[in-house]
């Protein structure tokens, strides 16, 4: 460290000087630090180009699929009972559905019981409610092993009615269970519609229990009987006897006048058409499926709206103006100036950068020409201009598109599929032409990920780094010299001084 005397002795502003000195010896390092700023703008200005030639990249994919073409519309005469939809392979037609029954959840209501549901178990049994403790179970119907599976769950003193109903949900993804304060009855109900348990087995039911009086060893299932109230089974008006639970039953509806059909929920699909029911309907419902062109004209107007801000971007980049009288704003510079007109100056040290980029501007001619070849597609289009879709007239615009919509929209009403089959043609030469140009500037500009050994610029400004980092040691060691040399001025001024004190001293004395 050096020692750093200021200007006592000589009376001059060390300070001031050494700074004033510094600034001269500064101005290269300047100069290199507005460089790397501008390759950095450079390499972002790249990235921007590259970023909105991914965005039409990844358009393009959607444009070849058939199912961007082949939307269908679909309506129904009664769209309170029955909805539908299709896809791109749906057949278009008018179907007729009559829907009979809806598919629903089976429910098992409990009889009436009085009791606070926030009360522990010990509580209860404290006033008298006699509340079976232990191990249950339940069952629900399993359709890959078809039968009845086994749900088992524990029940302690410390539990209230609440938590044993919760305790009934977790043992089994099928079933619900909860009590209704304003009825004061358990319900246990279904997760799904339909009819499942298409065994004897619990006289069919979807949730299944044991009755106290079934068998040996079923009394411990009373805590479902005794203390919840619910009925395994009950008598029908025959005597038999039946499972005591409601619903659980499949819809029913018919198609086109002659096929019936049972769902176990209420939504099917038949010929590719997915038919939901919300209702029954009244005598049959008409569902009318067309092509709906207005799905294909709104992704080949984006897919051009998308294009054109591609030969916006990278046209407009070869058009700006380079200002070379307005280069990067050092920090101190910016101290100067207001906001707006920081903006202003770095408006115009960022136009340009890319001017003069041969290979953006093949990169658009070759664009330009993909659009236009001539495609053998086996169908009744060759070429985007029997679409409506032209070159603008603006030679300014750079080759920008432009659509007849009248026109479109009637090539996409004559066939959908073979304007699906130009463009499948048309994108293989149109992302030839983008992903080489993408990889040039790669190449030219790296991307996020990309450590700056990987690319063109990135190298440049590794270099820049280094001779920044260079200089900068460099002017530590000059400001030091400086330093040194005013301060050895400042102490020979002193000794002099001291020297001429002494001497006044003696002849005046």
Known sequence: MVMRIGGIASGMDIESIVNKLMEAERMPLERMQQDRTTLTWQRDAFRDINKKLLEFD?????????????????????????????????????????????????????????????????????????????????????????????????????????????HINNASDNISAFYDKEAKRVVLETSRTGNHNTTTEFNGAEIGFYAVNEGEGKEQNRFFTDFLNLDATKRDAEGNLIKAEIGGENARFVYNNGLEIESKNNKYEINNITFEFHNVTNGNARITIVNDTEVAFDAIKNFVDKYNEVIDLIHGSQQEERFRDFPPLTAEQKKELSESEIKQWEEKAKSGLLRGESFLTNGLSSMRQSWYAKVDTDGAYTSITQLGITTTAAYLDGGKLEIDEEKLMQALENGAEDVNKLFNGLITGLRSSVQSTMDRVEERAGKGT????????????????????AFEARMIRVENRHWSQFTAMEKAIQQMNNQSSQLFAQFGG
């Open 58 to 166: 990844n358009l393009m994919l959607n444009m070849r699929l058939s199912k961007t073409y082949q939307s269908k519309k679909v309506t129904s005469s009664q769209e309170g009972a029955v909805t539908a939809s299709g896809v791109s392979t749906t057949p278009t037609g008018t179907y007729s559905i009559e829907v009979q029954k809806l598919a629903s959840n089976a429910m098992n209501i409990g009889r009436e019981m009085d009791i606070d549901p926030t009360k522990t178990f010990k509580e209860l049994a404290d006033e008298g409610v006699d509340v079976p403790l232990g191990e249950f179970k339940f069952f629900t119907f399993n359709e890959k092993e078809n039968m009845m599976e086994e749900h088992t769950f524990t029940i302690t003193e410390d539990d209230t009615l609440q938590s044993a109903l919760r």
């Open 450 to 469: 990309s450590t700056l050994d990987n690319y063109t610029i990135g190298k440049r400004m590794k270099d820049l780094d280094k001779r920044i980092t």
